[in-house]
T-cell receptor, first 116, second 112 residues
Framework: GAVVSQHPSRVICKSGTSVKIECRSL??????MFWYRQFPKQSLMLMATSNEGSKATYEQGVEKDKFLINHASLTLSTLTVTSAHPEDSSFYICSAKSGGSTDTQYFGPGTRLTVL | GENVEQHPSTLSVQEGDSAVIKCTYS??????FPWYKQELGKGPQLIID?????GEKKDQRIAVTLNKTAKHFSLHITETQPEDSAVYFCAASRGGNEKLTFGTGTRLTIIP
């Protein structure tokens, strides 16, 4: 149980285009989802926290107009990188947790974004 | 905010020996401490976690210890195997919907 999927696993796009990444909890309802960014050989950096049906909470320094997050259902959250530039190239990972008293976050397999 | 430090950054261990990774945290209100294993090109996988009301937890070859007074917790892997080679991250949180703060990671290499 507790499987989180991401789609696509890899995406290459041209500078200036927008890219949407989907994060799905496959066998549980995720009241809260988190989006992380990870550069090579570095740790995970939290970008934003999204709760189903409400606006995402962004970490300091993360542009909310550039990284659009939508958590429209209890099993799906999307991250849209708008007007992508080469510096946005990174590994984007989502995690999800169910409601209740559990603290556990389950991570997706990640999406490798390359902006040319 | 919370700050989590992790040591060492790299660790090489002979197959069959034990590996220990240590983390310290700054927020005394943190009460949830998971450990994740990340293989190249993949997302982190939860391997074990511990809550502040417990001092030690074990799952087969993996154990985690927590010292709340000193604000540090450690991951212990015994009888290491080549498939244990990966990057390991510790994290800390206040629990509930609070965010995880990650350590900087430890690249563990098991030498056959």
């Amino acid at each position: 149980g507790a499987v989180v999927s991401q789609h696509p696993s890899r995406v290459i796009c041209k500078s200036g285009t927008s890219v949407k990444i989907e994060c799905r909890s496959l066998d549980f309802q995720a009241t809260t989802m988190f989006w992380y960014r990870q550069f090579p050989k570095q740790s995970l950096m939290l970008m934003a926290t999204s709760n189903e049906g409400s606006k995402a909470t962004y970490e300091q320094g993360v542009e909310k107009d550039k990284f659009l997050i939508n958590h429209a259902s209890l099993t799906l959250s999307t991250l849209t990188v708008t007007s992508a530039h080469p510096e946005d190239s990174s590994f984007y990972i989502c995690s999800a947790k169910s409601g209740g008293s559990t603290d556990t976050q389950y991570f997706g397999p990640g999406t490798r974004l390359t902006v040319l | 905010g919370e700050n989590v430090e992790q040591h060492p950054s790299t660790l090489s261990v002979q197959e069959g020996d034990s590996a220990v990774i240590k983390c310290t945290y700054s927020d005394s209100a943190s009460n949830y401490f998971p450990w994740y294993k990340q293989e190249l090109g993949k997302g982190p996988q939860l391997i074990i976690d511990i809550r502040s009301n417990v001092g030690e937890k074990k799952d087969q070859r993996i154990a985690v210890t927590l010292n709340k007074t000193a604000k540090h917790f450690s991951l212990h892997i015994t009888e290491t195997q080549p498939e244990d080679s990966a990057v390991y991250f510790c994290a800390a949180s206040r629990g509930g919907n609070e965010k995880l703060t990650f350590g900087t990671g430890t690249r563990l290499t098991i030498i056959p």
